[in-house]
């Protein structure tokens, strides 16, 4: 990539973060996720440019090593998601808003994220969250899953990654890998949880609307509809997490009476070449 395509991306992920800060971060807000990746790095400045009177009772919580050193480097407050204060029935409190990136977005806004290596902690924060709000570069836009983006990352304990490779290529996928640490390390990519990321590619994922009695999505020749698919990775022995997010948002799980389940987002701003924002809302 040239610099002055990379400097076009940059500069399209920056408009994408500012705009998403602007429309969902308030300062009423007191906890707030911040995932990891490239395009975070925006987002968080952006945060900063708001200035200590904006931001100065607000609490961060990161999603890994690389969102927290950006945090510490900004100057704002952040813990754990572990060390969050519990309400009066002992639970830990929501976070009120969720800013994270995503490798790809389909047309409702179901998520493959985990490129960067932080799924786990990534997920954790997303549901944690009473919303969730994806930013990203138009590159990740795409109507299916697994269509620019053509795998899935799943982390997995290491011992038990022979079986989850034999068992990912039973169901369709074509060639799973365990994810190399190169060039950074030699070895396998260690995940902060000290386990392991299968890339696995899969068929473009249909949405329930797809589906017909001949097409059921439920991995016949390979195909498979994304709620299906993850319902059946994330029941496989030896696999931690999935790097594909979906079921239901924030708002919407209000409705359900599922707090805290919710991987969604409500919204994701896409950045443009041109310097326009694309918003997609959930319906």
Same mark, same amino acid.
């Given at each position: 990539?040239?610099?002055?395509?990379?400097n076009?991306?940059?500069?399209? @992920?920056?408009?994408?973060?500012f705009?998403?800060?602007?429309?969902h971060? &308030?300062p009423?807000? +007191?906890?707030?996720?911040?995932?990891?990746?490239?395009?975070?790095?925006f987002?968080v400045?952006?945060?900063?440019?708001?200035?200590?009177? /904006?931001y100065?009772?607000?609490?961060f919580?990161?999603? $890994?090593?690389?969102?927290k050193?950006?945090l510490?480097?900004?100057? &704002? +407050?952040?813990c754990?998601?572990d060390?969050?204060?519990?309400?009066e +029935?002992?639970?830990p409190v929501?976070?009120?808003?969720? /800013? %994270?990136?995503?490798d790809?977005?389909d047309?409702?806004?179901?998520?493959i994220?985990? $490129?960067?290596g932080?799924?786990?902690?990534?997920?954790?924060?997303a549901?944690?969250?009473?919303k /969730?709000?994806?930013v990203?570069d138009?590159?990740?836009?795409s109507?299916?899953?697994c269509?620019? *983006?053509?795998?899935?990352?799943?982390?997995?304990l290491? &011992?038990?990654?022979?079986?989850v &490779?034999?068992?990912l290529?039973?169901?369709?996928s074509?060639?799973?890998?365990v +994810?190399s640490?190169?060039?950074s @390390?030699?070895?396998?990519?260690?995940?902060?949880?000290?386990m392991?990321i299968?890339?696995?590619?899969?068929?473009p994922?249909?949405?329930a609307k %797809?589906l017909t009695?001949?097409v059921d999505?439920?991995?016949?020749?390979?195909? *498979?509809?994304?709620? @299906?698919?993850a319902?059946e990775?994330v029941?496989?022995? $030896?696999?931690v997490?999935i790097?594909?997010?979906t079921? /239901?948002n924030g708002?919407?799980?209000?409705g359900?009476g @599922?707090?805290f389940?919710?991987?969604?987002?409500i919204?994701a701003?896409?950045?443009?070449?041109?310097g326009q924002?694309e918003v997609?809302r959930?319906?």
């Open positions: 990539m040239s610099s002055s395509s990379a076009l991306i940059n500069s399209a @992920k920056r408009a994408a973060s705009q998403a800060v602007d429309d971060l &308030l009423t807000h +007191r906890f707030v996720g911040i995932g990891s990746g490239s395009t975070v790095v987002v400045e952006a945060i900063a440019a708001k200035g200590p009177s /904006f100065g009772d607000m609490t919580v990161p999603t $890994g090593s690389q969102s050193g950006l510490k480097a900004a100057g &704002l +407050r952040l754990n998601l060390e969050r204060p519990v309400d +029935r002992g639970v929501a976070l009120d808003v969720v /800013f %994270d990136g995503a790809e977005v047309e409702e806004l179901n998520l994220k985990g $490129g960067g932080c799924l786990f902690q990534e997920k954790l924060v549901v944690s969250g009473r /969730f709000v994806a990203a138009s590159r990740k836009q109507p299916r899953l269509t620019t *983006w053509k795998t899935i990352p799943i982390e997995v290491p &011992l038990a990654a022979p079986d &490779l034999s068992r290529r039973a169901m369709g074509p060639n799973p890998a +994810r640490g190169l060039p @390390k030699a070895g396998e990519c260690v995940t902060d949880n000290g392991w299968i890339d696995a590619p899969f068929a994922l249909l949405l %797809d009695p001949e999505g439920a991995g016949k020749d390979g195909v *498979w509809e994304v709620g @299906k698919l319902d990775l029941k496989m022995p $030896g696999i997490e790097g594909l997010f079921g /239901f708002v919407e799980a209000v359900l @599922k707090e389940q919710a991987q969604k987002p919204a701003y896409f950045g443009t070449p041109t924002v997609q959930a319906t």
